[in-house]
């Protein structure tokens, strides 16, 4: 397919996925930002003034970099995972592109961006609600628009893997809650690994969301648990291995065709 | 361009639950016809179109449409290839210009050729009023036509029917086979399968009839007329010749 065709065919998929996170955007926006409020009322407001400062700025600066990355990461994988599985599964209209000459890799780039683009939005979203409680300090914002597309690339990739491979609703809603969920929690979005007992410490640290929110809380006030050097390394590293997987899933068609 | 739409090799598929849908089918569609695939239902027909379409993997043999191999040269071959499934296969709450424009982007058509030539199926096709309403509030008829047109939206030039007219109405029906064969004038190859052996035998000039996953005839429509045995004794109820042959060869 010559590259203005590919060009179009990937702006297709997007513009398909962009319109649609916008037609329902009570479904698609709204959750993050209310879910958000709560937590920066209740962690940052009411809980997080008596527990005094971590690393030297208050515990409501500490956690707004980590529920960002939770709004981002969480819908980015929704997204796709969602888009993917109901075309597949209850319109079935995944065949529109199945039998069309878009060659897998811009499938997979459509879904992506598309998923991307819901989770950047609603990081953003919930960023402005943070103003309204603490407005955090911007130290590296290249870091913060890295860790940013690193984040939402690889849950929106994540998404996709499980919407091609789940089989049923259950597919597509226990891995958000039984695998997403335990991982942000535990990914230090609320604590600092370094008050963490040594056996949990080492768990932390083959959790991927723990690389995330430490980078991009490095891009928001200078500290991070771990080198952002080897954050960057761990997310490409994840990003390889989850493109490769949905490149295979479509071109063999498992999970997919018969 | 090769002169054959259609090239199947010794093509078999086993599904993973150990059906045997096909074993080893050749057969091939000349450029421009107008081929009926016949048979009962289970007996491979929707595994043919799945495979040729890229929908279902093949367990072994070769498929080339217009000489490109799906395998080898998949993207190529899909260009030739226009399909409307058996199944409503579309997001019911889209519009239907937006699938059909949707459709024309996934060929990598910009929307400034693709709506003109959308807006044109939907007229052609009797959707143009309703090219703005929710593809869910269209009748059954009309959800079959927006598949059609959504199908020839990056003008192919070899269209797949899969039971196009299941539940549509006689008139309806009419109008959507005159429509094609107004397609099969300009040179378009249709494959198509059908229940409805009546007009098979009336728009087709090519059949074959598949039975358990194997070809048990095949040739023009006369030479399959042919087979029909007038002198047979009717057991009372006398359906037309092609439904009588394809009785005779798909039969216990």
Redesign the interface.
Do not use: C, H, W
């Given at each position: 397919?010559?590259i203005?065709?590919?060009w179009?065919?990937f702006?297709?998929?997007l513009?398909?996925d962009i319109v649609r996170v916008f037609r329902i955007w009570p479904q698609t926006f709204l959750p993050s930002v209310v879910t958000s409020v709560l937590y920066f009322l209740v962690f940052g407001t009411i809980i997080g003034t008596r527990l005094g400062d971590f690393n030297g700025v208050s515990y409501i600066h500490f956690i707004i970099p980590g529920l960002v990355m939770l709004a981002v990461v969480t819908n980015a994988f929704t997204n796709t995972a969602s888009t993917f599985f109901q075309?597949k599964f209850f319109?079935?209209?995944i065949?529109?592109?199945?039998?069309?000459?878009?060659?897998p890799w811009v499938i997979i780039a459509g879904y992506v961006a598309g998923g991307m683009v819901r989770g950047i939005l609603v990081g953003i979203l919930v960023l402005l609600v943070s103003v309204f409680f603490a407005f955090p300090p911007i130290l590296h914002p290249f870091i913060i628009f890295l860790f940013l597309i690193l984040s939402s690339m690889i849950f929106a990739l994540g998404g996709l893997v499980n919407g091609i491979y789940a089989k049923s609703f259950d597919g597509i809603t226990i891995i958000p809650t039984f695998v997403l969920t335990p991982l942000i929690y535990l990914g230090g979005v609320f604590y600092s690994v370094a008050s963490l007992p040594p056996l949990f410490k080492e768990f932390t640290l083959i959790n991927p969301i723990f690389y995330l929110v430490n980078g991009f809380r490095y891009g928001f006030l200078g500290f991070s648990d771990v080198s952002v050097g080897l954050s960057i390394g761990v997310l490409l590293a994840l990003t390889v291995i989850l493109i490769a997987i949905n490149w295979y899933l479509i071109k063999?068609?498992l999970g997919l065709?018969? | 361009m090769n002169e054959n739409a259609l090239t199947i090799n010794d093509l078999k598929k086993t599904?993973?639950s150990g059906t045997v849908a096909l074993q080893g089918v050749s057969l091939t569609i000349p450029k421009g016809d107008f081929f009926a695939l016949l048979g009962p239902n289970g007996a491979g027909k929707t595994t043919i179109i799945?495979i040729v379409?890229?929908?279902?993997?093949k367990s072994s043999g070769t498929v080339e449409v217009f000489g490109h191999d799906i395998e080898k040269d998949?993207?190529?071959a899909?260009?030739f290839?226009g399909?409307v499934?058996q199944?409503i296969?579309?997001?019911?709450f889209e519009r239907p210009l937006?699938i059909i424009v949707?459709?024309a982007?996934?060929?990598?058509?910009?929307r400034n050729i693709a709506v003109p030539r959308a807006e044109q199926l939907l007229k052609d096709l009797g959707l143009y009023e309703k090219r703005n309403q929710r593809a869910m509030e269209l009748s059954g008829g009309m959800k079959r036509r927006l598949m059609i047109a959504?199908a020839l939206i990056h003008e192919p030039q070899f269209l797949i029917l899969d039971e196009p007219t299941a539940g549509v109405d006689v008139e309806l029906r009419r109008s959507m086979w005159e429509y094609l064969k107004t397609l099969t004038a300009k040179g378009v190859t249709i494959l198509l399968t059908t229940h409805y052996l009546e007009e098979a035998e009336q728009l087709c000039k090519h059949v074959a009839i598949i039975n358990k996953g194997a070809i048990v005839a095949k040739g023009t429509m006369e030479e399959i007329l042919a087979l029909h045995d007038d002198t047979a004794e009717s057991d009372g109820y006398r359906a037309g010749k092609l439904e009588e042959v394809f009785i005779k060869l798909t039969k216990e």
């Open positions: 397919m010559p203005e065709k590919i179009i065919s702006y297709t998929i513009r398909k075309a319109s079935r209209n065949d529109e592109l199945l039998v069309s000459p878009t060659p063999t068609g065709k018969q | 599904y993973k799945g379409t890229g929908l279902v993997n998949t993207e190529k899909k260009t290839i399909v499934g199944e296969n579309f997001n019911p937006s949707n459709q982007g996934y060929y990598g058509i910009p959504r």
